[in-house]
């Protein structure tokens, strides 16, 4: 799959927007044209915008958590059973001086401020564990001592059960704590319940608002996978609303829409299990 920055986008509307009778529209123009392009279709599920996060942890007794930043659409909230570890962080993949790694065992996620998020067990040593992402690719922690790391096994990953907030509410009045078994998702916060009565780690599954493009050299998703759908868009968007011509602008439409009906039908069978089976009369 071809890799298009930023400026490789705006280089191309630019070219099929302008010509020399007709050179009217700006890069700044066109930045904000691909821009807007991509807020328009981010909010569509495709398979390179769905994510899971695994830095998300309770408090006790604090009855919500705040959903990630980039969270566009909550698809499922899992919980996991924890544990901590306390080592040192000396920027590397490596965290050391672990009094006791004996609950540790690779391919476990885990949590901390100075760990990027979605951080798994490479390896264990006897006082010490290596880091990766889930692609298997190094992970560095920040300089620090005494950090104080939250790891989930997975073994006892529960689903929780999504509720109504009206529901949750209506039992808030219910005095006790434990551990979650349902949640409400309201005010970009899920609202846990029983509420929690000790620190859990919560697995998100989502689909992701990806970075928003600023630089020359950025890139994402939507301009690697989707650059047909965003640079028609990002036409039809200047030739409608700046140089005020309807019929290229119909033309880029039409363009448009053919383009996301080709992306439609990978991200189906991208997320497609299995293949149709025939039916035999």
Not at 147 to 161: A, K, M, V
Request: hydrophobic residues 35%; proline residues 4%.
């Amino acid at each position: 799959m071809p890799s298009y920055t930023f400026v490789q986008l705006q280089t191309r509307v630019s070219a099929e927007v302008n010509d020399v009778a007709n050179q009217n529209v700006s890069s700044a123009q066109c930045k904000a044209a691909i821009v807007s392009a991509v807020e328009h279709y981010e909010r569509e599920r495709k398979w390179f915008n769905e994510t899971i996060t695994r830095s998300v942890v309770t408090v006790a007794d604090a009855p919500a958590v705040a959903v990630p930043t980039d969270m566009v659409f909550l698809d499922k909230v899992q919980i996991v059973s924890t544990g901590t570890v306390t080592g040192d962080g000396g920027g590397t993949s490596t965290i050391t001086n672990i009094a006791d790694t004996s609950a540790l065992q690779a391919g476990m996620f885990v949590t901390h401020a100075l760990i990027p998020g979605s951080t798994m067990i490479r390896s264990v040593a006897a006082t010490s564990f290596t880091m990766m992402d889930v692609l298997g690719a190094s992970v560095t922690a920040s300089t620090s001592t005494g950090l104080t790391i939250r790891y989930s096994s997975g073994t006892t990953t529960r689903n929780l059960t999504p509720i109504p907030y009206e529901e949750y509410a209506g039992r808030e009045w219910q005095s006790g704590g434990g551990e979650p078994s349902d949640y409400a998702y309201y005010q970009d916060r899920i609202w846990l319940w029983p509420k929690p009565n000790a620190i859990y780690s919560l697995r998100l599954s989502y689909v992701q608002r990806l970075t928003t493009l600023s630089a020359d050299g950025d890139n994402n998703g939507w301009t690697n996978y989707a650059e047909p759908v965003i640079r028609n868009r990002a036409k039809w968007d200047l030739l409608n609303n700046y140089l005020y011509i309807p019929t290229l602008a119909k033309e880029a439409k039409m363009q448009e829409l053919d383009a996301l009906m080709v992306l439609d039908n990978e991200h189906v069978q991208r997320n497609t299990t299995g293949k149709i089976k025939p039916r035999y009369l």
